[in-house]
């Protein structure tokens, strides 16, 4: 089966929902999606040849990062401050060429919103001005849509 460059899904198409009525907020960028295992190697008395792997309880997360265009006015990003407790109701859903959702979606567990920043302001450049929201998770919740 031959696949073309339209078969994918698009890096430049996804929603974010936020809360628990789903409501879209629109984001240029968001990074950090992202799962890692940590681990630790054990090397063995009488066996040289490489060292064990072994999986450390913890895992690590990174954090997600949403940047946005600021808009004039009353944004909602103002009202989310550092230390904001997000529980889960942060979603990425990924979209088609045309606009409609893959069923592929991110969900954060346990957010916290850890940072909140702006842009550097340069009178002499042409760039506007970004908003940037960092938040730490306790993992991401993947779904492929595939059997729901």
């Not at 890096?11 to 240029?28: D, L, P, Q, W």
């Not at 968001?30 to 066996?47: A, H, N, Q, R």
């Not at 490489?50 to 990062?65: F, G, N, R, T």
């Given at each position: 089966?031959?696949?073309?460059h339209?078969?994918?899904?698009?890096?430049?198409?996804?929603?974010?929902?936020?809360?628990?009525?789903?409501?879209?907020?629109?984001?240029?960028?968001?990074?950090?999606?992202?799962?890692?295992?940590?681990?630790?190697?054990?090397?063995?008395?009488?066996?040289?040849?490489?060292?064990?792997?072994?999986a450390?309880?913890?895992?690590?997360?990174?954090?997600?990062?949403l940047?946005?265009?600021?808009?004039?006015?009353?944004?909602?990003?103002?009202?989310?401050?550092?230390?904001?407790?997000?529980?889960?109701?942060?979603?990425?859903?990924?979209?088609?060429?045309?606009?409609?959702?893959?069923?592929?979606?991110?969900?954060?567990?346990?957010?916290?919103?850890?940072?909140?920043?702006?842009?550097?302001?340069?009178?002499?450049?042409?760039?506007?001005?970004?908003?940037?929201?960092?938040?730490?998770?306790?993992?991401?919740?993947?779904?492929?849509?595939?059997?729901?």
């Amino acid at each position: 089966m031959n696949q073309t460059h339209s078969d994918y899904v698009p890096v430049y198409r996804f929603a974010v929902r936020i809360g628990e009525n789903n409501g879209k907020v629109c984001f240029s960028r968001i990074s950090g999606i992202e799962k890692t295992l940590d681990f630790e190697e054990i090397y063995e008395g009488g066996y040289n040849a490489a060292p064990h792997l072994v999986a450390v309880p913890h895992k690590s997360h990174a954090a997600l990062v949403l940047e946005k265009g600021a808009a004039p006015g009353n944004s909602w990003v103002n009202k989310i401050k550092p230390g904001m407790k997000l529980g889960t109701w942060l979603e990425v859903a990924l979209l088609d060429t045309k606009g409609k959702e893959t069923g592929q979606t991110f969900t954060i567990q346990d957010g916290l919103v850890t940072k909140w920043e702006i842009s550097h302001l340069d009178a002499m450049g042409r760039e506007i001005l970004i908003e940037k929201l960092e938040i730490m998770h306790e993992g991401i919740q993947y779904s492929n849509g595939v059997g729901q």
